[in-house]
């Protein structure tokens, strides 16, 4: 891999809850980021998926500085983020730059697109002089595909996809390194989605930046990014490249997640194998002990409850060259082919079943709380 | 949670587009989707109807000029403020000049609403009332809204501490009655101005606005946009007064003007009530006190100061109710 | 046929003019049949389904054309309390956020039982065991205990089941699923359509399944009606449309999302915007955003022409819907 410009280490968030009003007493903790380990190379996209609570808006939030950990580093080029001087800070915060998911309440409604995308530069004013700010503005309209003599506008009066354009502009204002994109386009209508993605594709090769993209959309994570991270209840429960999570996923999670997204193609339908979970997430307030996923986990044993999985390479991949060999938490870490290919639905016989695959006979192991075939 | 759900986004821009979510929903059509304004990757479509931008204030006086509420009640305040600074431009004679001989007489010519209980023109002192009125209206409000804003605005930013301490000092404020405070506190001064009457409106008032103002702080504050500005590394300040600030002020405008009407009429409560305004302050309130043994046989006394009182209080309130109906960003 | 929609035409007005959101939209649905139908925001999707079930804001709504014919009668006839016996007990809507369309101060119990004592005139005794039965038949875990708690203490999902029940209280002929899952997350997403499905397979219900999502589509349906600027442009049974899209904008919309089992190259996008209500293009609407577009489309509006190459039904309303379906 290449040198990594972002090294986040073990980094937690913990909202105390507390009770009484005027003497408050912590009685507890929501654990919305409880453990998490990444590196984003230069040039590179990292995707966070997870569903709604996982804490992956609250990573996206601590890597802009938008809220300081309970504990734990982010290393920008070496440098730990969490503990620098508001001066330093501040130049830092030039190259890490956010991208937020809906364009409504993102832009200020009462500020030209012109004010918005320049304000970078009245917070920053190193970076542009005076009476270069507004061309540059111009030029930023430009390359988001907008056009330049909109710079008077306001942001009501243009659309969804517009509005996040105008976001993005604002985003690469100061010539960042990172983007943290935080579901950039599930506000976006399907066709406009396409859109956007392609201009922060492009956008990535012309400045060479690096994104980090969280969203839950599963399809598009897969389009977008060179790595892809899964997140459970505050940790990354795997994390490996788009090929080695979304074609050999070896984390029950994982494989749920995947099995779970609606496949836009009705021949899949009965070929299809859907791991359908029970239940609901804990609260992130009452995590399970060991694995937090066990809850839900067909394959769930003692073990499980006693002992917190690493992520790690599974030690049965350890030794192999397959593509199952990536970091996965869990300790029965198995391959399981779960995302229909064109294949699978073309010589519409069997199905695909696990290739690694004994996931029945956990189901029994779980009461028939597992895996259900459709 | 900390953390949003993703998707009910979809909604918004669903509900946007083309629910019928009551008057809001359908108007959104037109801004949501209202211009075609796009240069996309294919080729500039048609731009929109108009290229002037409109920011929400303009956009807002667009929608007031058309409203006739707004310019009926515009007006009277126009005209309103017009005779309390140059009362002589419509009225020749003088408040205190008086005739005992004419006492309670009705409407002769050049005295067309008749006389007061002390022989004074009650047209002319009706009319010189006024002053008293939009003095103590405008500057009790002006002195309600700086306070009340700058003390909630700052509560609601910093939030903590010293919003709690802040919450509960309103709190006390708001147990005080108001008419009952005004007894007791005012009737120990003794002044001929109006400054007295306002000084305690203030100190009674600014709790009422400083709760709103505290309110649309916090919701502006959750915007993305300050999220953004913080994210680039922006001061409280420039937060404070760039982003907040200005998209919290629109429900202070609206309360304030409603309660410069309610100011106005407090003013006569107190008046009226002796512990107001005093003679020989000209005001509505000490007319229409005056005049209230007398309503029976010279009821002209009572009618003009208190009709005017009630026209004046109305348009205040009625200029709240448009600027209100004009902000919403509901129908944005 | 237990529903048909015949050339309704829904128009807003607003300030700013007279917005036409649903203009001459045709569809039907059998019971035990699903049809989805498939547009983005503005496409006049949603406002059809709330002049089927009879919950359009009028004013600002109007319903300027058009007959809904539910078991043969014309709906948009009745007086409105025959339509409130329908609505309800014949017909039912299952809406995107259950949170906000439960009363968050009335226990599930009590919502679910009102049903029955209003529709059928149960005791409350009897409505509360109903509501017990039928939380317990969307598989609420727990139902007994549950069935006093507010909405509050239930998760997205089983909110959203209590929805379902709701819809289902009174066994319903016909329900309309209003982007029923787009709030909820993938896997209980999964669990949420499941029940749906098996739910309407069981009653032999008519669903009309109304999203964005083409992979939920794909999913469950059985025909499909793509809507644009307030038409439908595409009507097809589901392999078909799938298989060969036979409008530009289906073919645009399959193209534009990207797959879960390959990378894929760069995005096909939909140039443009979708059209502003207030000013829909003359011609086919989609002209200006359609890469067949030519002088024809900018003025002559496309009927739905029948696909006559098709072994099925299914139109498509599209002056070159050979070409686009030939690719």
Known sequence: ?374 | MPEQLPEPLESFEEGQAIAPTGAGGASDLATAEGETLEKTPGGPLGTGPDKKPRSLWSDAWHDLRRNPIFIISGLIIVFLVIISIWPQLIASGNPLDCDLSKAQEGPQPGHPFGFNGQGCDVYTRTVYGARASVQVGVFATLGVTILGSILGGLAGFYGGAWDGVLSRITDVFFAIPVVLGGLVLLSVVSSNTVWPVIGFMVLLGWPQLSRIARGSVITAKQNDYVQAARALGASNNRMLLRHIAPNALAPVIVVATIALGTYISLEATLSFLGVGLKPPTVSWGIDISSAAPYVRNAPQMLLWPSGALAITVLAFIMLGDAVRDALDPKLR | MLLEVRDLHVEFHTRDGVAKAVNGVNYSVDAGETLAVLGESGSGKSVTAQAIMGILDIPPGKISGGEILFQGRDLLKLKEDERRKIRGAKMAMVFQDALSSLNPVVSVGDQLGEMFRVHKGMSRKDARAKAVELMDRVRIPAAKERVGQYPHQFSGGMRQRIMIAMALALEPELIIADEPTTALDVTVQAQVMDLLAELQRELNMGLILITHDLGVVADVADKIAVMYAGKIVEQAPVHEIYKAPAHPYTRGLLDSIPRLDQKGQELYAIKGLPPNLLAIPPGCAFNPRCPLARDRCRIEEPPLYDVTESPVKRSSACHFWKECLHG
């Open chain 1, 1 to 374: 891999m290449a040198e990594a410009i972002l090294e986040v280490r073990d980094l937690h968030k913990h909202y105390p809850l507390t009770q009484g009003i005027l003497f408050k007493k912590q009685v507890g903790a929501v654990k919305a980021v409880d453990g998490v380990d990444f590196d984003l190379a230069a040039g590179e996209t990292l995707g966070i998926v997870g569903e709604s609570g996982c804490g992956k808006s609250t990573v996206a939030k601590m890597l802009v500085n938008l809220e300081r950990p309970t504990s734990g580093s982010i290393r920008y080029k070496g440098d730990d983020i969490t503990k620098l001087s508001p001066r330093a800070l501040k130049a830092v915060r030039r190259n890490i730059q956010m991208v937020f998911q809906d364009p409504y309440t993102s832009l200020n409604p009462r500020m030209t697109v012109g004010d918005i995308i320049g304000e970078p530069y009245e917070i920053h004013p190193e970076v542009a002089p005076k009476g270069d700010r507004r061309r540059k503005v111009q030029d930023l309209l430009d390359v988001v595909g907008l056009n330049p003599e909109y710079i008077n506008r306001y942001p009501h009066q243009f659309s969804g996809g517009q509005r996040q354009r105008i976001g993005i502009a604002r985003g690469l204002a100061l010539q960042p390194e990172i983007i943290v994109a935080d579901e950039p386009v599930s506000a976006l209508d399907v066709s406009v989605q396409a859109q956007v993605v392609n201009l922060l594709e492009n956008l990535q090769t012309e400045f060479s930046l690096s994104y980090v993209f969280i969203a839950h959309d599963l399809s598009i994570v897969r389009h977008i990014s060179d790595r892809v991270g899964v997140m459970y209840l505050g940790r990354i429960v795997e994390i490996g490249t788009d090929a080695q999570i979304y074609d050999h996923p070896t984390h029950p999670y994982t494989q749920a997640l995947l099995s779970a997204v609606p496949v836009p193609d009705p021949e899949a339908r009965a070929h299809r194998e859907r791991i359908i979970l029970t239940g609901d997430v804990p609260s992130p307030a009452n995590i399970p002990s060991g694995c937090r996923f066990r809850t839900r986990c067909w394959k769930a044993q003692e073990r499980c409850t006693l002992e917190v999985p690493l992520l790690a390479v599974p030690a049965v991949y350890r030794l192999t060259d397959s593509p199952a060999k990536h970091d996965s938490a869990c300790h029965f870490a198995e391959e399981k082919h779960v995302v229909p290919t064109e294949e699978d639905t073309g010589n519409g016989g069997e199905g695909p079943g696990g290739n690694g695959g004994n996931g029945g006979e956990g189901m029994e192991a779980n009461g028939g709380a597992g895996p259900k075939s459709l």
